[in-house]
């Protein structure tokens, strides 16, 4: 018995599966298939970038396997440096030429779409399955009930026993289930391209726990808040780690600070510092030597809510967490009547108090050149209620959070996908009506609020440890660091790709930077990486480049004009 995943990778409002990242989904499969009896060997993991180059057997292994499961959905769809999720003719194709049981699922189970701003179609309307079937609930669970129960198969191979497909009840999994297949499917970890520098996922609860929901939002569609107990976690995260993980990003759930919360029938539930305190010192002590712990989506509301627990929550995770740490705020509009319309979360002054707060405590540069711990936006247009003047109520927010000399690492903006099923779904023609405006509008932000905040967030001379080099284009490196929302750093020379490099800041753009190696060793640099010094300007730096070599930091302050202040970017 064979079982190939194929990863078309996924990006939901709550976890995200795009290289670097590697989400729950591929693990939890495969420890649902070992947990059915197969050997580890018989289990095998291909994204579909991976797939895409070819590689020597793939396409047997296709054909041959038992059982392929493609994992497939981008519900917010983002721009993705080297990767490029699965389309429907890839789709198509592999279920074409594979011969043994098809299954799909994963967030395109909800429908799919191929940009914001357009509806979701079910997946029977835009993809031809070929046969396959479609898990109309939690995959895991679908492949999991596939086998034919011979009661507690551990260890055993079992053949040939699938079951009809159509037999199957398609269904969620359980707590208790995805605590046992998490760490079973950990060793999964070493067949993802990326590895070891892939960014783990962590899930520790998924629906939401408001009693009223965001018309757009996907996330209700799994229920009721479900949280993983804390235990489940971190033994996750040991078993993750004894194959070699050291990234992790706690990003699968809506909001991170109402992880186990009470309800007390208020908007939000309470949340529990202490239980934070536990999550974050178990996963340190089960991963002493991480490299990244970051974390994604935190409600504001529940930040203004409840200052005093999320003030104990920050201080907890800047204890345990890497530096370059971002809580994104899903705030959607700065529009009274958008936030109305469409039951959003949070006030425009109660979104800035949270960013006050989280400012006021996670604010300073941290080790890795980054701000500690710093909030993100993400703004949805084309929502129920929307006029021109939503355009202006959220771009003055954004103004007044610039002017406040506040910090943000991010601000998302997005048109609407509906899906069938949300209050959104054949209500979204603000998004056709008003596209225009919001492109123009998009291209202000970036402008006038994203290119004088990246100039704060990380000034000129900032130095940057440990960034990726990931794509060459046109002479330039692009790179990142690994973790949350990382800044996409353009390095104007060809360095080697899969390696880490310190980088000194040089330059702005709206949402991207450039930086040259840190330090530079400045007889062998190039005149463009020259250049850049910061505060050298190109007619100097010809000088510079005119008095190579130089012998040593004497020799160089001695001949170039001002040279103490470019002592700190450069090696000799
Ligand atoms: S608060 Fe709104 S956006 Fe967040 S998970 Fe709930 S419904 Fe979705």
Not at 113 to 119: H, I, Q, T, V
Request: proline content about 8%.
């Amino acid at each position: 018995m064979k079982a190939l995943i194929i990863d078309g990778y996924v990006d939901e409002p709550a976890c995200l599966g795009v290289p670097p990242y590697f989400s729950p989904y591929p693990r939890y499969i495969a420890g649902a298939l070992r947990e059915r009896g197969l050997f580890e060997t018989d289990i095998h993991y291909l994204t579909i970038d991976r797939l895409r180059e070819n590689p020597p057997g793939a396409g047997e292994l296709i054909g041959k396997a038992d059982l392929v499961i493609v994992i497939a959905g981008t519900t917010v769809p983002g721009k993705y440096l080297r990767a490029t999720p699965i389309s429907p003719g890839e789709i198509e194709t592999i279920f074409r030429t594979a011969h043994g049981l098809k299954v799909i699922g994963g967030p395109i189970r909800l429908g799919f779409s191929g940009e914001g701003g357009k509806a979701a179609k079910g997946l029977g309307s835009r993809i031809s399955l070929e046969g396959a079937v479609l898990a109309e609930m939690d995959l895991e669970a679908f492949v999991f009930d596939l086998f034919e129960d011979f009661g507690g198969s551990k260890g055993k191979q079992p053949g040939s026993k699938l079951k009809a497909p159509e037999s199957v009840e398609h269904r969620f999994r359980t707590g208790t289930e995805i605590g046992r297949w998490a760490p079973l499917g950990a060793f999964l970890i070493r067949q993802h391209p990326d590895y070891p520098y892939c960014m783990c996922e962590l899930e520790t609860y998924r629906g939401c726990g408001r009693n009223i929901h965001c018309s757009f939002c996907t996330e209700p569609f799994y229920g009721a808040s479900d949280y993983r107990p804390v235990e489940d976690v971190v033994f996750e995260v040991s078993a993750l780690y004894s194959h070699g993980a050291r990234y992790f990003r706690i990003g699968r759930q809506p909001d991170l600070l109402s992880y186990q919360g009470t309800d007390t029938g208020g908007p939000v539930p309470k949340p529990d510092p202490s239980v934070i305190e536990r999550l974050y010192r178990g996963i340190r002590n089960a991963a002493p030597e991480l490299s990244v712990l970051h974390l994604d989506n935190a409600n504001p509301i529940t930040i203004s809510t409840y200052p005093e627990e999320a003030t104990q929550i920050i201080k907890t995770i800047l204890k345990y967490h890497t530096p370059g740490d971002v809580a994104a705020f899903g705030m959607e509009s700065a529009d009274p009547k958008v936030i109305r319309a469409n039951s959003l979360k949070a006030s425009p002054e109660e979104v800035f108090e949270a960013i006050k707060l989280v400012n006021s405590l996670g604010a300073s540069r941290g080790a890795n050149g980054l701000p500690e711990l710093l909030p993100g936006l993400n703004f949805v247009h084309g929502l129920m209620g929307e006029t021109k003047n939503t355009f202006q109520l959220n771009y003055d927010f954004l103004q007044q959070v610039l002017d406040s000399g506040l910090l943000l690492r991010r601000i998302n903006i997005r048109q609407v996908m509906a899906f069938p099923g949300t209050p959104m779904y054949g209500k979204d023609e603000a998004a056709g009506k008003h596209k225009k405006l919001f492109l123009k509008y998009k291209d202000q932000v970036r402008k006038n609020i994203d290119l004088p905040m990246l100039r704060r967030v990380v000034p000129e001379g900032t130095v940057l440890k440990e960034v990726m080099c990931e794509v060459h284009e046109k002479g330039i490196t692009f790179g990142r660091q690994l973790g949350s929302y990382p800044l996409l750093v353009g390095i104007p020379t060809s360095l080697p790709l899969r390696k880490f490099t310190d980088l000194t800041v040089t330059g702005h753009g709206m949402r991207s930077i450039t930086g040259i190696p840190h330090p530079l060793p400045i007889n062998s640099a190039s005149p463009a990486l020259l250049r850049e010094l910061p505060g050298l300007g190109k007619k100097a730096s010809d000088s510079v480049a005119a008095g190579l070599p130089y012998a040593d930091e004497e020799d160089f302050v001695r001949r170039v004009k001002e040279g103490e202040k470019f002592l700190k970017y450069i090696e000799f």
